[in-house]
């Protein structure tokens, strides 16, 4: 396994109004499209779910290889893969997933040493818009070292 170096944003693309909880059905789709199974038993490519409750869900250990983003070695387990539930085209996160996405950094960047800088989003690497127009990179980055969102 690998030491990460970077953390990767992911949506569903799947609107959590459809389903708030989506870490099931991920799970079996990313099973019939790559059967690749983790060391926690899960085949889901990311290695952390969020739902729209904010709860987070571990499918893979970090460092471990994930099925998420194969551009520039992005799946040898340098990078750490985050998807949140919900289509951020079309919606915006609920404010329950962006503090559980807060303490998530923070805790993944203490951990590793991550740089404000490598936290990156998918659609760098791929030509999709993941994670959705409405989730913005700077504001993603501030979540690390500021009290946005204080509770």
Same mark, same amino acid.
């Given at each position: 396994?690998?030491?990460?170096?970077?953390?990767?944003?992911?949506?569903?693309?799947?609107?959590?109004?459809? *389903? &708030?909880? =989506? @870490?099931?059905?991920?799970?079996n789709?990313?099973?019939? =499209?790559?059967? $690749?199974?983790? /060391?926690?038993?899960?085949? #889901?490519g990311?290695?952390?779910?969020? &739902?729209?409750?904010? @709860?987070?869900?571990?499918?893979?250990?970090?460092?471990?290889?994930?099925a &998420?983003?194969? =551009?520039? *070695?992005?799946?040898?387990?340098?990078?750490?893969h985050?998807?949140? %539930?919900?289509?951020?085209?079309?919606?915006?996160?609920a404010?329950?997933?962006?503090?559980?996405?807060? %303490? #998530?950094?923070? !805790?993944?960047?203490?951990?590793?040493?991550?740089?404000? %800088?490598?936290?990156? @989003?998918? /659609?760098?690497?791929? =030509?999709?818009?993941?994670? !959705?127009?409405?989730?913005?990179?700077?504001?993603?980055r501030s979540?690390?070292?500021?009290?946005? $969102?204080?509770?």
């Amino acid at each position: 396994m690998l030491k990460p170096r970077f953390i990767m944003i992911h949506h569903s693309a799947v609107s959590y109004m459809a *389903n &708030a909880d =989506q @870490f099931e059905a991920n799970n079996n789709y990313h099973k019939a =499209q790559w059967n $690749f199974k983790s /060391s926690m038993g899960f085949y #889901l490519g990311y290695n952390y779910e969020i &739902a729209k409750s904010g @709860f987070i869900k571990q499918a893979r250990q970090e460092g471990e290889q994930t099925a &998420a983003c194969y =551009q520039e *070695n992005m799946n040898n387990g340098q990078c750490i893969h985050v998807c949140l %539930d919900g289509n951020f085209d079309i919606e915006k996160p609920a404010p329950e997933q962006i503090y559980a996405l807060r %303490d #998530l950094l923070r !805790g993944l960047v203490k951990k590793y040493g991550i740089k404000k %800088d490598n936290i990156v @989003f998918h /659609s760098a690497y791929a =030509q999709k818009s993941c994670p !959705g127009k409405n989730v913005d990179l700077l504001f993603v980055r501030s979540l690390v070292s500021s009290n946005v $969102f204080k509770k």
